[in-house]
């Protein structure tokens, strides 16, 4: 049976870091993965899990299986951080949450309910989108269409061109939008521009899929989720994909969320059901310690407190190496304008190095960069930043 299988290329992300690691060279840097690191390079567990997890030992009782849904006070506070403390939508029956093995988990197990339960055919993905997108909506056998979204020229949003192509979107067609700090370009669409791009989308009947991986990474907790407010103005139904890697710092705990809305807590109540199947023949339940560690910091105002201000301090950190990078880069005798880079959103920017300069950067210097040029900001280091940025420049 064996004896026919062929190697699989690397994963053109995580396939990135198995090559870091095996790179003997001191000097080397690590931009590749969406992950955060603090001044020493480190990504440390924060204070307010730690609080947590100190409070989950002396209380649990049990390992036993969760529900398939996970919780209900996890799923109670992962719908008020989208739709805001106290909100009716929350609580009102009409939306439902599923926890799963993170935001990944909950894109397949939204994949798979709109093929099997909803009949879906069709999938609009930005250009460009993050590199698993595509495959995990390929691998249930969607067709996978792509709208413009990123203007290299301008260094920012195609709103015409993103409006042109989800003119052709059909009926039923399911479009996949990043809620906040878009991966990999770290290009959002301003407020007027959600509105447009919601307007057209109503128009036509598409189904929103909102991915959901940086909440708080952007400009604040609930400033990130003035995108998704504005589809929830103009959809009764629609699926968000959440992810809690990031802003509290969970990567190995698989947490994330799929939360479905619907028209009424009737129709919400049977695709929680429909969910609950997917699930069951996938992973079966989700994994309880990360959710329960959110769970119990949600509910405590201090533990909340202390939350929100390390994600302050993390945020700060990644606006304030954005602003770093540009001034190194400058430093090192770059031409071009790099302040683009200071207004973008989130952990990642899109560098415009082409796949060449990233391979020259990992041979020559240790720089580890996804082929598409797309840069780890919240990787970076002051210490490590000059070698970065004359790196950058040398093959420029």
């Known amino acids: 049976m064996f004896e026919t299988i062929a190697k699989a290329p690397p994963d053109p992300i995580l396939g990135i870091s198995e090559a870091f690691a ?34 989950l030992l002396e209380t649990e009782k049990n390992k036993l299986y969760r529900p398939i849904d996970g919780d209900p006070a996890y799923g109670k506070a992962v719908r008020e951080m989208l739709f805001g403390q106290g909100a009716k939508l929350a609580t009102d029956g009409r939306s439902v949450t599923c926890h799963t093995p ?31 997108h595509k495959q995990i909506f390929a691998a249930v056998g969607l067709e996978v269409l792509t709208y413009r979204y990123f203007d290299a020229d301008k260094n920012g949003l195609d709103l ?13 067609d399911v479009v996949l939008l990043h809620a906040c700090c878009h991966n990999p370009s770290g290009v959002d669409p301003t407020v007027a521009e959600w509105k447009e791009l919601a307007q057209i989308l109503a128009k036509n009947g598409a189904f929103p899929l909102v991915d959901f991986a940086y909440q708080g990474f952007g400009d604040g907790l609930d400033e990130d989720a003035q995108g998704l ?3 929830l103005e103009n959809f009764e139904e629609l699926l968000i994909c959440s992810s809690f890697s990031k802003n509290f710092s969970l990567y190995n705990e698989r947490v994330g969320a799929l939360t479905a809305v619907a028209k009424t807590s009737e129709q919400a109540d049977a695709v929680q059901s429909q969910l609950k ?23 405590d105002a201090q533990l909340t407190g202390i939350w929100q201000k390390e994600l302050t301090a993390m945020r700060e950190r990644i606006a304030l ?14 031409k071009r304008d ?27 210097y240790s720089i580890y960069i996804v082929g598409s040029g797309r840069i780890n900001v919240a990787g970076m280091s002051r210490s490590t930043m000059p070698a970065l940025c004359q790196a950058i420049v040398s093959v420029l």
């Open 22 to 55: 095996k790179d003997t060279r001191p000097s080397k840097i690590n931009l590749s993965v969406g992950v955060f690191k603090d001044e020493s390079g480190q990504t440390p567990v924060l204070e307010s899990v730690k609080l947590a997890e100190k409070k």
């Open 102 to 132: 993170g935001g990944t988990g909950a894109l397949r197990l939204a994949a798979d309910f709109l093929v099997q339960k909803a009949g879906a055919k069709r999938v609009w993905v930005s250009d460009p989108t993050w590199e698993n």
């Open 160 to 172: 015409a061109g993103a409006l042109a192509a989800l003119g052709k979107v059909q009926k039923g």
């Open 229 to 231: 407010h504005i589809l």
């Open 277 to 299: 199947s997917c699930a069951r023949v996938n992973y079966s339940n989700p994994p309880a310690h990360g959710g329960a560690i959110i769970s119990t910091i949600l509910a």
């Open 321 to 334: 190496m954005r602003v770093a990078f540009v001034e190194g880069l400058t430093e090192a005798g770059a």
């Open 338 to 364: 790099y302040s683009f880079i200071t207004r973008q959103k989130g952990m990642f920017s899109f560098s415009g190095l082409s796949r060449e300069q990233v391979e020259r950067l990992k041979t020559e």
